[in-house]
């Protein structure tokens, strides 16, 4: 599985952005997990959200519930992260994350996901 984010950017705090992180590759995307993950300087890589393959279930960090929301498009082999209410803490480099199966279970820690998408920049003005 191959991953590519994009959609970061620079936006004054309260702003809004949408990553995206398509697939591809030969496994079927329906069968996949998905997560967003984030880095900021000399800070560890943290949980953001995750999807479950079917997308019936989600979880997210408590420092983003209620301002980001995780999709996906099973058609167009794409997960989507929608932030809202940005706020400079929310920095970092956002990395989409992919395991396979999972069923309905969300997964929050790195070590089970086995693929990892190069990152995108987001970066939060005061």
């Known amino acids: 599985v191959q991953l590519q984010a994009s959609g970061g950017g620079l936006v004054q705090a309260g702003g809004s952005l949408r990553l995206s992180c398509a697939a591809a590759?030969?496994?079927?995307?329906?069968?996949?997990?998905l997560a967003w993950f984030r880095q900021a300087p000399g800070k560890e890589r943290d949980f953001v959200a995750a999807?479950?393959?079917?997308?019936?279930?989600?979880d997210y960090a408590d420092s983003v519930k209620g301002r980001f929301t995780i999709s996906r498009d099973n058609a167009e082999k794409t997960v989507y992260l929608q932030m809202n209410s940005l706020k400079p803490e929310d920095t970092a480099v956002y990395y989409c994350?992919?395991?396979?199966?999972?069923?309905?279970?969300?997964?929050?820690?790195?070590?089970?996901?086995?693929?990892w998408g190069q990152g995108t920049q987001v970066t939060v003005s005061s």
């Open positions: 994350a992919a395991r396979l199966g999972g069923g309905s279970y969300t997964y929050a820690q790195i070590k089970y996901y086995r693929y």
């Open positions: 590759g030969r496994t079927t995307f329906s069968r996949i997990a």
């Open positions: 999807i479950t393959e079917s997308g019936g279930s989600t």
